[in-house]
């Protein structure tokens, strides 16, 4: 699992630095590149060529960091056997965030040229682009949540789904799901909202989504016979 994601990593940094690489190359030293966009994506301000190659290259430094979290879980997790259980949830979390700051990354970078190039209106093509990169990860993720056992570190963790694997299992059944559903919403409203709006929405759909299934996990747990709680107990 580890080795996986670590290979997916590596790739995922190449092909990144492959894209600082051909900025750099593609707008001269001294140029200074539209940087700043507001929440109608119309730019709002530039910079130097030096600055955009940083921004760009912050996608590769979170890619090493959040990798180097991901495989610190294994370790740091008590209970190992139900993590290695939800490894395709982990697995397919670690590559997804990968591809997508990789997608990320390129938009940018293509971004920056096309912007220099007068090209101006080809940013939002990109932002839709990324916007619904960031939508079918929540797909993965939602199709691999019922996969999911009982750990610390992915997945819903309320006190109710982890004092109770009938309660997580039923939990996070219902609520992939739902984030599944909500994720292929995002991927078509990507391609039909504009501005703020679409800036907006896909928050607007995962949050009330992963707010439910914290709510929710507490009425499966009222009625769940694997928790220690006396029933008579429970108001």
């Known amino acids: 699992m580890i080795r996986t994601g670590l290979i997916a990593t590596a790739l995922a940094v190449a092909a990144m630095a492959g894209a600082v690489a051909w900025v750099a190359n593609m707008i001269a030293p001294g140029t200074y590149v539209p940087i700043h966009w507001n929440g109608e994506f119309f730019i709002k301000g530039a910079d130097t060529r030096e600055q955009a190659l940083i921004v760009m ?3 590769p430094l979170a890619a090493l960091l959040l990798s180097g979290l991901f495989s610190l879980l294994p370790a ?12 395709k949830l ?7 965030v990968m591809v997508l700051l990789t997608g990320i990354c390129f938009g940018f970078g293509v971004a ?3 912007s220099v190039e007068n090209y101006m209106n080809d940013v939002f093509p990109i932002i839709r682009a990324i916007i619904a990169g960031s939508a079918a990860l929540f797909v993965v993720i939602g199709n691999y949540l019922p996969k999911s056992r009982r750990n610390w570190f992915v997945g819903i963790r309320t006190p109710w789904t982890m004092s109770s694997d009938d309660t997580w299992e039923k939990t996070h059944r219902l609520t992939g799901l739902l984030l599944s559903g909500a994720g292929l919403v995002g991927i078509v409203l990507a391609f039909v909202l504009n501005g703020l709006a679409l800036a907006l929405m896909l928050p607007a759909l995962i949050l009330p989504v992963i707010l439910f299934g914290a709510v929710y996990s507490y009425f499966v747990w009222r009625k769940a016979n694997d928790h220690d709680l006396d029933p008579e107990l429970i108001v």
Do not use: A, K, Q
């Open 112 to 114: 920056f040229v096309r």
């Open 90 to 96: 982990l697995l397919g979390t670690w590559i997804g």
């Open 76 to 87: 740091l997790e008590p209970w190992r056997v139900n993590l290695f259980s939800s490894r």
């Open 57 to 59: 290259s912050v996608f």
